[in-house]
């Protein structure tokens, strides 16, 4: 059987379901959402969605794609995946290219800064959550809230060379690392906003890593992209 010009395969095992969950979240987020597929250079294929919080969030899984840079309907790709039987050719609907904002981050050229437990992640962004029902309306959480740098992780030996590299991790990127359900609890099961802490295994760490114009935020089960200049033209990168 020929393949469409036009397609995904998801062959890793329990990649389906992750894919499936990535989108359903997506979806949570912004019943309207579209998603971008991509191909990797290490031949893995990146799922990539906006947030809402002006982050990217990406999880990769193991499959084939063709053409390797498609945008779809995170719906549609969510029902026919959801029809077919794992391993086969699912069609992603038509291209919506042009709904599309801004490029990918590089997949190279990012540098390790540290880790930091997901638990004091989880933390951080539920004490946020309490804040922006407090303070926000009912437009949602105040620009200035979502701004406000929750972790400033730095390489070991900055203060040394002087360089800069220090990253200013939002609470944007906190909400949606877990919004997208990227931490998890030890039995991988989602964790929610009444999940106990202690659920989370104390040594799981959430790696920070930085680029030029990038703060990348890697949990196990997925990644968000925060820029480090908001004021830059989401075009021109």
Known sequence: MTSPDRH????????????LAFLARALRLDDTAV???????DGL???????????????????????????CD??????????????????????????WR???????????????????VVELSRGGAHLAR????????ATGLLDQSVLDVAAPDADETGADDHAKVSLRSLFALTAMGFVRDTDGH?????????RIDEHEPVRIRMSATWIRVDARYGSVYQRRHRSLDVTAL
């Open 190 to 198: 989602e964790i929610t906003e009444t999940s106990a802490l202690d």
């Open 102 to 120: 801004g490029a990918l981050p590089p997949s190279t050229g990012f540098t390790h800064l540290d880790d930091v437990p997901a638990r004091t």
């Open 45 to 71: 294929i990146g799922v990539w969605s906006h947030t809402g919080f002006e982050v990217l969030a990406t999880r990769s899984v193991f499959g084939e794609l063709a053409p390797t840079d498609i945008v």
């Open 134 to 141: 407090t303070e926000g309306s009912g437009h949602g959480p």
């Open 74 to 99: 995170a719906a549609t790709l969510r029902s026919g995946l959801s029809a077919a039987e794992p391993g086969s050719i699912v069609d992603p609907g038509f291209s919506l290219d042009s709904a």
């Open 8 to 19: 995904l395969v998801v062959t890793g095992p329990g990649d389906r379901a992750d894919v």
């Open 35 to 41: 998603v971008r597929l991509a191909r990797r250079p």
